[in-house]
């Protein structure tokens, strides 16, 4: 377990759930694979083209290890490598779904106001 993950444990589950996956793309990454399935990481670039390479491997990595996605590589030249959910990643879809509806709620409710009053 990652200690930012451990941390949170000492916490609340709310937090264990913001460690595991809060941080840059990990989320869209997850709807990405629970919408398309496997993925390869030029694929998952294609994407989220606004992430960086360093960032997405970043993110991928830290899923992997926290037992949201697995990791395949294929021994071949060029290797290959995928991206799948886990059976933990796959328990995701019904949270993913409801901040998915939530966020498009509230960009079109919200978003637009607020740039009004700046």
């Known amino acids: 377990m990652r200690a930012s993950v451990e941390r949170a444990a000492q916490v609340c589950p709310v ?3 913001v460690a595991v996956l809060g941080g840059a793309w990990k989320l869209t990454i997850v709807k990405h694979l629970l919408e398309h399935g496997v993925h ?3 694929e998952l670039h294609r994407r989220l083209p606004t ?3 360093r960032t997405l491997t970043r993110q ?3 899923l992997e290890v926290d037992g949201i996605i697995q990791r395949t590589v294929h021994p071949q030249v060029p290797p290959k490598v995928e991206y799948a959910l886990t059976e933990l990643g796959t328990t995701l879809r019904a949270v993913v779904q409801q901040m998915d509806h939530w966020g498009a709620t509230y960009g079109t409710t919200q978003a637009p ?3 009004r009053t700046t």
Do not use: F, K
């Open 113 to 115: 106001a607020a740039s």
């Open 60 to 62: 991928l990595r830290e």
């Open 15 to 17: 937090e264990i759930a």
């Open 40 to 42: 390869r990481t030029h």
């Open 51 to 53: 992430a960086s390479e």
